[in-house]
């Protein structure tokens, strides 16, 4: 398996605070990914890495931060949690453009 | 129109029976074409990549229509352990890496 890790799995938050969510690989692979997967939606695209310091949005990016100071971390913040953010969050990493995606073991975070 | 589109089942099978997956596309100028398979309140898995010339892996085989714009994913002797959500994946175009998901058929295998 890929060496993806997520910390932490499970997180229960109040509306409003602040949460970061961390993703770790030890695959020096140069892109990496942050998805949200809800009922009925499948997963969709947060916000991506293609390189240190390098990030773009995904298509649902409103409320979400993101930060890459080393290969190794990608760091997912919500700056002030709402409870549609309620949701599964798979981590994932890539070698580069058109190679598969290994994804990590996902957090699960309830927005109360 | 969904980027990538499939149909949600689910597919009830007993074990041991054949059964096909199908998948639509809408970008033509897609390359890369995986199947993943999740299972619940797990990671998505990369159960294989989908070439142009179809690509078997033991009972499961691939196939991909590029002027159809279709891929389809076969499943041979079913066994209980395939009951999952498979995930049929497209590149988007471009240089950014990204995946389109679609949203997955789940299969049942029944004993």
């Known amino acids: 398996d890929a060496g993806i890790t997520q910390s932490p799995r499970h997180k229960v938050t109040e509306t409003g605070t602040p949460v970061t969510l961390r993703c770790h690989q030890t695959e020096n692979h140069r892109y990496m990914y942050w998805y949200r997967q809800d009922p009925g939606h499948g997963l969709r695209l947060i916000h991506y890495s293609y390189g240190v310091k390098d990030t773009d949005k995904g298509e649902v990016s409103d409320g979400y931060s993101v930060s890459r100071s080393k290969t190794e971390d990608f760091l997912l913040t919500l700056e002030s949690a709402t409870s549609s953010q309620t949701s599964v969050y798979f981590c994932?990493?890539?070698?580069?453009?058109?190679?598969?995606?290994?994804f990590g073991p996902g957090t699960r975070l309830t927005v109360t | 129109r969904k980027e990538v589109e499939q149909d949600p089942g689910p597919f009830n099978v007993p074990e041991g029976a054949t059964v096909a997956f199908n998948c639509t596309y809408s970008?033509?100028?897609?390359?890369?074409f995986f199947w993943y398979r999740q299972d619940c309140r797990k990671e998505p898995k990369l159960l294989m990549s989908?070439?142009?010339s179809g690509n078997e892996d033991g009972r499961f085989t691939a196939q991909l229509n590029r002027a159809s714009q279709y891929i389809s994913l076969l499943i041979r002797d079913s066994k209980l352990s395939d009951s999952a959500t498979y995930l049929c994946?497209?590149?988007?175009?471009?240089?950014?890496?990204?995946?389109?998901f679609g949203q997955g058929t789940t299969l049942q295998v029944k004993p």
């Open positions: 994932a990493i890539s070698a580069g453009v058109g190679y598969e995606q290994y």
């Open positions: 989908v070439y142009s």
């Open positions: 970008n033509s100028a897609s390359q890369s």
């Open positions: 994946v497209v590149n988007s175009a471009g240089n950014t890496g990204k995946l389109i």
